[in-house]
Antibody, heavy 118, light 110 residues
Framework: QVQLVQSGTDVKEPGASVKVSCKAS????????MHWVRQAPGEGLEWMGR????????KYAQKFEGRVTMTRDRSTSTAYMEVSGLTSDDTGVYFC???????????WGQGTLVTVST | QSALTQPASVSGSPGQSITISCTGT?????????VSWHQQHPGKAPKLMIY???NRPSGVSDRFSGSKSGNTASLTISGLQAEDEADYYC??????????FGGGTKVTVL
């Protein structure tokens, strides 16, 4: 069965960077794009961007351009999402989710809580 | 890319039908048949309920249905049940080859 297992809770200071991992299993990793979605506390879902695990090509939401980097390791079927220059506004739960060709998300990771605080 | 517009809350009694709207533009909802809907219970990951406007994934109750007219998509829940109480989010593919979510709708079962 398809599973996306994310790394655990993280606490960072303002200005630092955080890297979240998402290990895929149960399907061929390179066949489906991986997307990242953020949810601030008490807020809605926000699309951050996607990566093509086969080619490494990325597309980011304009809001995150220059501050977010998505990468992957095909040998371990793992996708990564790094956010730099963290502020308190980056506090939230980060989800990885498998994307289908027409842009919908059929499987989700469990989410990773990132807290930015002094 | 601005978020799609959803009502903040919708409520209904058990057994009733409710409809959640999702309004975008011709650059997203109106331009493609690529609207999906997710259900999210507190503290949980979202769950896909409808994809490509009106298709239901295997295992999703047929009480959930989707449609689209112009720049507005809709999710209808018929025979409302207590377990349907959750947040619902629409999303759409866009002309910029990005994705955009709606602001979310809290469904309350009275």
């Amino acid at each position: 069965q398809v599973q996306l297992v994310q790394s655990g809770t993280d606490v960072k200071e303002p200005g630092a960077s955080v890297k979240v991992s998402c290990k895929a299993s149960g399907y061929t990793f390179i066949y489906f794009q991986m997307h990242w979605v953020r949810q601030a506390p008490g807020e809605g879902l926000e699309w951050m961007g996607r990566i093509n695990p086969n080619t490494g090509d990325t597309k980011y939401a304009q809001k995150f351009e220059g501050r977010v980097t998505m990468t992957r390791d095909r040998s371990t079927s793992t996708a990564y999402m790094e956010v730099s220059g963290l502020t308190s506004d980056d506090t939230g739960v980060y989800f990885c989710t498998r994307g289908k060709p027409t842009g919908y998300f059929d499987f989700w990771g469990q989410g990773t809580l990132v807290t930015v605080s002094t | 890319q601005s978020a799609l517009t959803q009502p903040a809350s919708v409520s209904g009694s058990p057994g009733q039908s409710i409809t959640i709207s999702c309004t975008g533009t011709s650059s997203d909802v109106g331009g493609y048949k690529y609207v999906s809907w997710h259900q999210q219970h507190p503290g949980k990951a979202p769950k896909l309920m409808i994809y490509d406007v009106s298709n239901r994934p295997s295992g999703v109750s047929d009480r959930f249905s989707g449609s689209k007219s112009g720049n507005t998509a809709s999710l209808t829940i018929s025979g409302l049940q207590a377990e349907d109480e959750a947040d619902y989010y629409c999303s759409s593919y866009t002309s910029s080859t990005t994705l955009v979510f709606g602001g979310g709708t809290k469904v309350t079962v009275l």
